[in-house]
């Protein structure tokens, strides 16, 4: 079981940057495949960034590519996602979310795209909000 843990959310203003941290516990991710959420109030959630177990591979939502970077770090057990030149759009609750691919009881769902859907993930934060003002 792991156990995640978002931190580094916080209130900024449009244009600035933020870098989201999540830590686990429990186990090592290190063979995971990891996700950033998020979720906006009245909304539902939806995809961010993806990260393959070895960093090899990112996958970002179109809402935020060019501006957002996710990284991990398997020797410390985190996941990071810097979010730079943040809008008021951005404003949302974000979740770190993982998955071990390797010992799920079945494949993951959504074709080539399947990082996308929150249903693929088998363990989640609770959640770092980020506020932007414009």
């Known amino acids: 079981q792991v156990h995640l843990v978002e931190s580094g959310g916080g209130l900024v203003q449009a244009g600035a940057s933020l870098r989201l941290s999540c830590a686990a516990s429990g186990r090592t991710f290190s063979g995971d495949f990891l996700g950033w959420f998020r979720q906006a109030p009245g909304k539902e959630r939806e995809f961010v960034a993806a990260?393959?177990?070895?960093?090899?591979?990112?996958y970002y939502a179109d809402s935020v590519q060019g501006r957002f970077t996710i990284s991990r770090d398997n020797a410390k057990n985190t996941v990071h996602l810097q979010m730079n030149s943040l809008k008021p759009e951005d404003t949302a609750i974000y979740y770190c979310a993982g998955t071990d691919l390797q010992s799920r009881a079945s494949r993951p769902k959504g074709g080539s795209t399947w990082y996308e859907g929150s249903q693929n993930y088998d363990y989640w934060g609770k959640g770092t909000l980020v506020t932007v003002s414009s």
């Open positions: 990260i393959t177990w070895n960093g090899g591979s990112v």
